[in-house]
């Protein structure tokens, strides 16, 4: 099972990673031409509300609800009830994303100022706001296809093409900046309605480019919904607590958001920053749970509670061994990483300074959320909603409540330290009642992963600080090339620091992750 879950994990995570890739140059695209302005924060604003309805129906509901009873519809009925049961799913996802995209636009001008009333106070960037959020909203339906798409392909463990899926996304809307801004200008039209094309653009393409793929597998889609259909009232009924069971990220950044319209710039800085600390997540966290959800559906079909704490716990080691040690890296080179990466063009050093700051305080915060990409679904495939949505309430709660102390004392950077504590609080708390549920968590081995990792990400931790500061007073000049040297050389030293503690610590799960990584078995 851990040799399975470790290749489809690996597979993933590489083309995960090409995607996130794709998403830095994504957005370095975008702050070379806007960088922390108020047009920035306008289309960062904007982008919040079909955002957060994207994650609560795309990502949560179909992780959560769909991919379990997909999985057991397959093993138990074959692929036609299947087949069925998806398009049943992408009919109602047309109704229902349709309706909220038109009810999205009717009333713009209303949500917007309401969750964005302190823009008005900055000329014309409340009216902007407003109208990239009409333009945005029919994202929402584009996404919500793409990941019925991807939430079939994994069921029948076909994960390299809706892994990739995103690239497609990012490839659209680099090319969108790139070639419409410049256009845009020197036309007179406003600039940032560009990145809105590139946005419906990419949400089109990671939709169509998954369809070749499904109709291999034999799916044809039926224009049918029944909402008396057994199978589909059981993806409905998770699907609704399961949409909040797995909301409090994304309801947390919407707090964060509008907590930070009162700072210029500062919304911009905390998407740049929750983007580089989704690097990690959607490398390793995503990567992972996405390889775990389909065996641990199977497992939970079978009432094989004993596995699925085998699957959990081997799943949360190796998310353990890859978080850890990028949470650390990513605190002490902030600085370095975020002036490599955006300070060009419109991005200046007090853009670096607000997106740096905001960085080292959201990292802690990735251990949390790779977690929770596990544990949260786990629950869905036992059928149990009921303890993700109380654990998700009180999360939000917390956060909120985090936030608003934070934000009176640090500012906007304490949006991001609240955030990282109230994930860390929900994966843990979601994952002490899992192992109630299958009747033991493996907790012994995890803290012994867990303690030993911490040793060697701090070890790693002090070799990246010094190298840099020594690489620093060798290439101390602010072109590009130096940058590279003084962050690569720091990371690629730091690497090998933590392989040599890892090694002589005997930390079986980076010796396993490494192996994945290098392609081959390990000892």
């Not at 009162?262 to 996405?290: C, E, H, K, W």
């Amino acid at each position: 099972m851990s040799e399975r879950l470790g290749r489809s994990a690996g597979l993933i995570g590489m083309a995960t990673f090409t995607s996130r890739v794709l998403g830095l140059v994504r957005d370095q695209a975008t702050a070379y031409y806007f960088g922390t302005t108020w047009r920035a924060d306008a289309f960062v604003v904007a982008t919040r509300i079909p955002t957060l309805l994207r994650d609560l129906f795309a990502e949560g509901a179909m992780s959560a609800a769909f991919v379990p009873t997909l999985t057991r519809t397959l093993a138990k009925d074959g692929k036609d009830a299947a087949w069925r049961l998806g398009s049943q799913v992408i009919n109602g996802l047309l109704i229902v994303t349709g309706v909220l995209v038109v009810l999205g636009i009717v009333f713009a001008d209303p949500l917007t100022s309401s969750y964005a009333a302190k823009f008005a106070k900055f000329p014309g960037k409340l009216e902007l706001t407003i109208e990239l959020t009409r333009i945005n909203m029919p994202f929402l339906m584009l996404i919500a296809l793409a990941a019925a798409c991807m939430g079939m392909l994994n069921a029948l463990r076909r994960f390299l093409i809706p892994a990739a899926a995103p690239a497609t996304y990012n490839v659209v809307f680099i090319v969108a900046t790139i070639a419409l801004v410049p256009l845009f200008r020197s036309m007179g039209v406003q600039d940032v309605t560009a990145l809105s094309i590139g946005m419906l653009g990419g949400g089109l393409a990671q939709f169509l480019i998954q369809i070749p793929a499904l109709r291999r597998e034999g799916y044809r889609h039926r224009w049918i919904l029944d909402l008396k259909d057994p199978v589909l009232h059981e993806v409905l009924v998770l699907m609704g607590p399961g949409t909040l069971g797995v909301a409090a990220a994304q309801i947390n950044l919407f707090v964060n958001t509008w907590l930070a319209t009162d700072v210029d710039g500062a919304a911009t800085a905390l998407r740049y920053a929750f983007q580089l600390i989704y690097l990690p997540i959607g490398i390793f966290g995503v990567s992972v749970a996405t390889a775990a959800i389909p065996e641990l559906a199977r497992q939970a079909a079978a009432g094989a509670l004993a596995d699925m704490t085998k699957t959990v716990s081997w799943g949360i080691r190796l998310m353990l061994v890859l978080s850890i040690p990028a949470i650390v890296g990513l605190i002490v080179l902030a600085g370095p990483i975020v002036e490599l990466i955006f300070q060009h063009g419109a991005f200046n050093a007090t853009s670096t300074w607000m997106t740096a700051g905001a960085l080292a305080l959201y990292a802690p915060g990735i251990l949390g959320y790779s977690l929770v990409k596990i544990v949260s679904p786990s629950f869905y495939s036992l059928r149990e909603a009921r303890t993700p949505v109380i654990v998700s309430v009180a999360t939000i709660v917390l956060n909120l409540v985090l936030n608003l102390w934070l934000n009176s004392i640090y500012g906007f950077k304490g949006l991001a330290l609240g955030t990282a504590i109230a994930a860390n609080a929900n994966a843990g708390l979601l994952l002490y009642l899992l192992s109630k549920k299958l009747g033991g968590g493996d907790f012994p081995r995890i803290l012994v992963t867990f303690a030993k990792t911490c040793v060697a990400a701090a070890v790693m931790g002090v070799a990246a600080y010094y190298a840099e500061v020594w690489l620093h007073g060798i290439f101390e000049q602010p072109a590009l090339l130096h940058r590279l040297i003084r962050v690569g050389g720091a990371i690629g030293i730091a690497l090998a620091v933590l392989a040599a503690s890892a090694h002589l610590l005997r930390l079986e799960e980076f010796s396993t992750a490494l192996a994945r990584v290098l392609r081959r078995k390990p000892r």
